[in-house]
């Protein structure tokens, strides 16, 4: 009776051991089929981004040749602006000053003589702001200096 009982026992567990052993050549087979098919699309998938990055590299090297070259342009710019500012510059501001000089010494001259009523000159009625305070213009100051002194004329 063991016997046969052990030999039951083993027939069981051949079956369950085979079909265990099916089961997992299946599972291995399905393993090596997905591991090719990834193979397969995985290679040109891997093709495609080399191709990619060399584009790229390539891209970022013509955009580092712009930018050096946008980078002396700048610098030629302000040397450039440097130059016509120091050559330049300096004799406008003395043109301009005297513009402005021969524009005021124009403004200031006398009326002539023959008109019959007399003009007051624009000069007299001007005002001159220094550091806040109001101060006469430089015509007619000395009266305005002798009558703030207390001075009687």
Known sequence: MAGIFVAVFWAILVSFLAVVLVRLAQTLRATTKLVADVTEQAVPLLTDASATVRSAQTQLDKVDAIASDV???????????????????????????????????????????????????????????????????????????????????
Not at 131 to 152: H, L, M, N, W
């Open 71 to 153: 980078q002396e342009v700048t610098s030629n710019a302000s040397a450039l602006s440097t130059t016509v500012a120091s050559t330049f510059g300096g004799p406008l501001v003395k043109v301009a000053a005297f513009g402005y000089g021969v524009r005021q010494a124009l403004g200031r001259r006398p009326a002539p003589a023959s008109e019959a009523e007399p003009v007051r000159s624009r000069s007299s009625a001007r005002r001159t702001v220094v550091v806040g305070r109001t101060v006469p213009s430089a015509r007619g100051r000395g009266r305005d200096r002798r009558s703030s002194r207390g001075q009687k004329d």
